[in-house]
């Protein structure tokens, strides 16, 4: 007797960390083999297929996969794709379902600018921003939905093989945990109250060669130097004039 998984966007984990199949048998949460065997079928783990005794396949009511520690028994709170079985013995994991993240990001929109606050500098192509003018008010122009809190929003940009996070962020109506950025210029206290970040003690131009995203990342990290597997904004920096003109930055969907 077999039933079957399917789940996408499964995202290669650093050595201390691994992925943990758990399921709903009857009333409790089981990580631990009851006569049930899970195994992927390809490499990419697209596909689980769970054989075993009828009873207990019938019992399983829904299933996710956890990101946790190497060794772990019971599941984290950082649940990365959930389904529930259908009358075909099928369930489709997805990080929509509500014991994941509980939406697709299909809702997420923004824009963003180029412009540096922290600095005179007339070359505003060395900072970018989630801002808007508001009444003469920068404020953020991201529009996200609120994640579970076992998962954080990390902005990036990336420029050829050159990755730079802009830091972590729960709410886009806030500054990221990179403030203005390591590299900015002397007037922090001029930098917006949202994420972004400015690049003036280093030679940076943004609009060479140069994406935009966010990415949705576990919280705590388990690689901090790489973007996860899911992204909910992306965009190609354009050659635009300074803020408070805008880019728009598109939903990738899941």
């Known amino acids: 007797y077999q039933r079957r998984v399917r789940g996408r966007n ?10 943990l199949l758990c399921f709903l048998h009857g009333t409790n949460t089981l990580s631990d083999n009851i006569g049930v065997n899970f195994y992927f079928d390809d490499m990419v783990g697209n596909y689980c297929c769970c054989d ?8 399983i009511s829904e299933l996710y996969i956890t990101i946790d520690r190497v060794g772990a028994t019971s599941p984290s709170s950082s649940v990365f794709l959930a389904g529930t079985y259908d009358e ?24 963003f600018s180029l412009f540096v606050f922290t600095s005179s500098t007339t ?28 998962w954080i929003y990390e902005a990036w940009i990336e420029q050829g093989e050159e990755l730079t996070s802009l830091g972590t962020f729960r709410s886009p ?6 403030g203005p950025g390591p590299f900015a210029g002397p007037n922090l206290q001029a930098a917006p109250a949202v994420p972004g970040e400015d690049f003036v003690t280093i030679t940076k131009n ?25 992204t909910a904004l992306f965009a190609v920096v354009n050659q635009g004039g300074p803020y408070p003109e805008l880019q728009e930055i598109f939903s990738f969907g899941f």
């Open 52 to 59: 075993g005794n009828p009873n207990e396949l019938t019992a």
């Open 173 to 178: 109506n806030q500054k990221d945990s990179n």
């Open 88 to 111: 075909f013995n099928r369930a489709e994991l997805s990080v929509a379902d509500p014991a994941a993240l509980n939406t697709n990001f299909s809702t997420a929109t923004g824009n």
């Open 123 to 150: 070359n505003y192509t060395s900072g970018i921003w989630f801002a808007k003018n508001q009444s003469g008010v920068p404020v953020s122009s991201l529009i996200l939905p609120p994640l579970p809190a076992s």
């Open 206 to 230: 943004l609009t060479y060669n140069t994406t935009v995203f966010v990415t949705v990342e576990p919280f705590p990290d388990n690689d901090p130097s790489t973007p996860f597997a899911i």
């Open 10 to 19: 499964m995202h290669r984990l650093t050595l201390f960390f691994t992925y």
